[in-house]
C-alpha cells in the first residue's frame, strides 16, 4: 500500500472515528431444556486472560478496524501502518523490510469486536459496556494520582472463531493466513494443496501468529460446569476432558424414561424407579450369574448390589441375519476409577441333543453414557440361530470382575 493513496486514507479515517467497542457481559440467554421446558441455561463462553492481545503492538491503544498483518504474522493499527510507512516494526522483520498494510487480519478483527470486557465499575454493580479509561481514585485525587483502571479478561462467547474454518476442529498452532485474510490449519492447508478455500489466493506461507496466541490464551470451563466440574482448559482440550469428566450426563437406560443425570444420581434414580428386585437384576463382582432374557425385550439392565446406588450394566440383543449378536455394556463416562469392569459371559444350546457352549470374554467392559440399539461392529457375542432350537429366551451365565490397576495404570483383574 502506498502511503497517502485515497484507499489508505479511508481507512485511516474509519480507525480514527471507530472506538472500542464493548458489549454489555450477558449473564443467561433463555434456551428449551431437554424437553422443550424452555429451561434458562448459560451460554457456553471462553475467558480471554491477556488483554494485551487486543492491543496494537506499536501504539499498545485497543485494536480497531481496519488490523493489518505482514507477512511474518505482525499486526499493527491502521494509525501505526501509516506513521511506519508501511513498514514492520518487528526487530525480526526490520531489518527485512516486511511491509504492513497491504493484507488485513480479517480474523483478528473479528475476535476484537467479538471480545466483551466488564465495565470498570462491575464490581460496584454496573452492567454497561467498558473500556480502559482514566478515572479519579475514590478520595477525589488529593495527591493528583490517577487510578488507571484494567481489565484482567473479557469474554469470548463466540468460539466458533477459535474453530478451523474449513474442517470445523479447535485450532492449533500454526495457523495460516492467505493474503485475503482467510485462515486454516496447518492440515487443512495440506489437503487443499495450499489453495485457500475462499479464494484463489494461495495459503500456507505466512503465518497467523496473533490468532496462534489468542488460542492458546482462551480458556473455557467444561461443558459440564453446570453439573458440578470447576475444570478449565485452553480450547480445544476441553474435548478430551469432556469424553473422560465424572460429571458428563448419563441417560435411564428404561424405556420410555427420559431421565438424565450424573452416573451416581442415575443409580440411585434407578434403583429406586425400574429396578425389578422379585427378579433379583442384581449382581456381584466375581460371582457367576444365571440369567434369561427375552429375545423381544432386546436389553437386560442389571444393577450391582451396592446399597442402591452401584453402577449398571446392559445386556442387550440384535437380530442379525447370522444370528443373535449379545453385547454387555456399563453405563458410566469414562472416568478413572467409574464402572471399571471386565466380564466372561457364556452360553449354552438346550439340554436336548448334543450341548455345545460358546464364551465371549472382555478384559474390559466397554463405557456407554446412553444405551443406543444400532448393530455393534465389535466386542459383542454372536450366537447363531442353530444354537437357540427356536427359544424365545436367552439362557446365559455372566460374571463381571471390578478392574484394578497396576503401578502403571495398566487395568488389571
Same mark, same amino acid.
Given at each position: 500500500?502506498?502511503?497517502?493513496?485515497?484507499?489508505?486514507?479511508?481507512?485511516?479515517?474509519?480507525?480514527?472515528?471507530? $472506538?472500542?467497542?464493548?458489549?454489555?457481559?450477558?449473564?443467561?440467554?433463555?434456551?428449551?431444556?431437554?424437553?422443550?421446558?424452555?429451561?434458562?441455561?448459560?451460554?457456553?463462553?471462553?475467558?480471554?486472560?491477556?488483554?494485551?492481545?487486543?492491543?496494537?503492538?506499536?501504539?499498545?491503544?485497543?485494536?480497531?478496524?481496519?488490523?493489518?498483518?505482514?507477512?511474518?504474522?505482525?499486526?499493527?493499527?491502521?494509525?501505526?501502518?501509516?506513521?511506519?510507512?508501511?513498514?514492520?516494526?518487528?526487530?525480526?522483520?526490520?531489518?527485512?523490510?516486511?511491509?504492513?498494510?497491504?493484507?488485513?487480519?480479517?480474523?483478528?478483527?473479528?475476535?476484537?469486536?467479538?471480545?466483551?470486557?466488564?465495565?470498570?465499575?462491575?464490581?460496584?454493580?454496573?452492567?454497561?459496556?467498558?473500556?480502559?479509561?482514566?478515572?479519579?481514585?475514590?478520595?477525589?485525587?488529593?495527591?493528583?494520582?490517577?487510578?488507571?483502571?484494567?481489565?484482567?479478561?473479557?469474554?469470548?462467547?463466540?468460539?466458533?472463531?477459535?474453530?478451523?474454518?474449513?474442517?470445523?476442529?479447535?485450532?492449533?498452532?500454526?495457523?495460516?493466513?492467505?493474503?485475503?485474510?482467510?485462515?486454516?490449519?496447518?492440515? $487443512?492447508?495440506?489437503?487443499?494443496?495450499?489453495?485457500?478455500?475462499?479464494?484463489?489466493?494461495?495459503?500456507?506461507?505466512?503465518?497467523?501468529?496473533? !490468532?496462534?496466541?489468542?488460542?492458546?490464551?482462551?480458556?473455557?470451563?467444561?461443558?459440564?460446569?453446570?453439573?458440578?466440574?470447576?475444570?478449565?482448559?485452553?480450547?480445544?482440550?476441553?474435548?478430551?476432558?469432556?469424553?473422560?469428566?465424572?460429571?458428563?450426563?448419563?441417560?435411564?437406560?428404561?424405556?420410555?424414561?427420559?431421565?438424565?443425570?450424573?452416573?451416581?444420581?442415575?443409580?440411585?434414580?434407578?434403583?429406586?424407579?425400574?429396578?425389578?428386585?422379585?427378579?433379583?437384576?442384581?449382581?456381584? $463382582?466375581?460371582?457367576?450369574?444365571?440369567?434369561?432374557?427375552?429375545?423381544?425385550?432386546?436389553?437386560?439392565?442389571?444393577?450391582?448390589?451396592?446399597?442402591?446406588?452401584?453402577?449398571?450394566?446392559?445386556?442387550?440383543?440384535?437380530?442379525?441375519?447370522?444370528?443373535?449378536?449379545?453385547?454387555?455394556?456399563?453405563?458410566?463416562?469414562?472416568?478413572?476409577?467409574?464402572?471399571?469392569?471386565?466380564?466372561?459371559?457364556?452360553?449354552?444350546?438346550?439340554?436336548?441333543?448334543?450341548?455345545?457352549? !460358546?464364551?465371549?470374554?472382555?478384559?474390559?467392559?466397554?463405557?456407554?453414557?446412553?444405551?443406543?440399539?444400532?448393530?455393534?461392529?465389535?466386542?459383542?457375542?454372536?450366537?447363531?440361530?442353530?444354537?437357540?432350537?427356536?427359544?424365545?429366551?436367552?439362557? !446365559?451365565?455372566?460374571?463381571?470382575?471390578?478392574?484394578?490397576?497396576?503401578?502403571?495404570?495398566?487395568?488389571?483383574?
Amino acid at each position: 500500500m502506498v502511503k497517502g493513496t485515497n484507499s489508505q486514507q479511508a481507512l485511516a479515517r474509519e480507525a480514527s472515528c471507530s $472506538c472500542q467497542k464493548r458489549q454489555p457481559v450477558p449473564s443467561t440467554v433463555q434456551d428449551e431444556g431437554d424437553n422443550g421446558g424452555g429451561e434458562v441455561v448459560a451460554r457456553r463462553s471462553g475467558t480471554l486472560f491477556e488483554l494485551d492481545l487486543l492491543n496494537c503492538p506499536v501504539c499498545c491503544h485497543a485494536l480497531t478496524v481496519p488490523i493489518f498483518q505482514c507477512d511474518n504474522g505482525h499486526i499493527a493499527c491502521s494509525s501505526c501502518c501509516n506513521k511506519l510507512g508501511n513498514k514492520c516494526p518487528n526487530y525480526n522483520c526490520k531489518w527485512l523490510s516486511f511491509p504492513i498494510g497491504n493484507y488485513r487480519c480479517r480474523i483478528m478483527e473479528r475476535v476484537v469486536e467479538a471480545v466483551i470486557v466488564p465495565s470498570p465499575n462491575a464490581k460496584h454493580g454496573c452492567t454497561d459496556k467498558g473500556e480502559e479509561e482514566e478515572e479519579e481514585g475514590e478520595n477525589g485525587d488529593v495527591d493528583g494520582d490517577v487510578v488507571i483502571w484494567e481489565a484482567q479478561s473479557g469474554m469470548l462467547f463466540d468460539l466458533h472463531l477459535l474453530d478451523c474454518p474449513v474442517c470445523s476442529n479447535a485450532l492449533t498452532s500454526p495457523i495460516f493466513q492467505c493474503d485475503n485474510g482467510h485462515i486454516a490449519c496447518s492440515s $487443512c492447508c495440506t489437503e487443499l494443496r495450499y489453495k485457500c478455500h475462499s479464494c484463489i489466493f494461495p495459503i500456507g506461507n505466512y503465518p497467523c501468529r496473533i !490468532m496462534e496466541k489468542v488460542v492458546q490464551a482462551i480458556f473455557v470451563p467444561c461443558p459440564n460446569l453446570k453439573h458440578g466440574c470447576t475444570e478449565r482448559f485452553s480450547y480445544g482440550k476441553d474435548l478430551i476432558h469432556e469424553k473422560k469428566c465424572v460429571f458428563a450426563m448419563c441417560y435411564c437406560p428404561q424405556p420410555n424414561c427420559n431421565y438424565r443425570g450424573v452416573c451416581n444420581d442415575l443409580y440411585i434414580h434407578y434403583n429406586a424407579n425400574h429396578l425389578n428386585k422379585k427378579i433379583s437384576n442384581q449382581f456381584v $463382582c466375581d460371582r457367576s450369574t444365571v440369567t434369561w432374557m427375552k429375545i423381544s425385550d432386546k436389553i437386560l439392565v442389571f444393577q450391582e448390589s451396592a446399597d442402591g446406588h452401584g453402577p449398571l450394566v446392559a445386556v442387550q440383543c440384535f437380530k442379525e441375519p447370522e444370528g443373535l449378536y449379545v453385547t454387555v455394556n456399563c453405563i458410566a463416562p469414562s472416568a478413572p476409577g467409574v464402572g471399571e469392569f471386565s466380564y466372561d459371559l457364556s452360553y449354552s444350546t438346550p439340554m436336548s441333543g448334543d450341548q455345545h457352549t !460358546m464364551t465371549f470374554k472382555s478384559p474390559e467392559m466397554k463405557r456407554i453414557q446412553k444405551v443406543s440399539f444400532q448393530t455393534p461392529e465389535k466386542d459383542f457375542m454372536l450366537v447363531p440361530y442353530y444354537f437357540q432350537d427356536k427359544r424365545v429366551s436367552l439362557k !446365559m451365565n455372566i460374571c463381571i470382575h471390578r478392574l484394578k490397576k497396576d503401578e502403571r495404570g495398566i487395568s488389571i483383574r
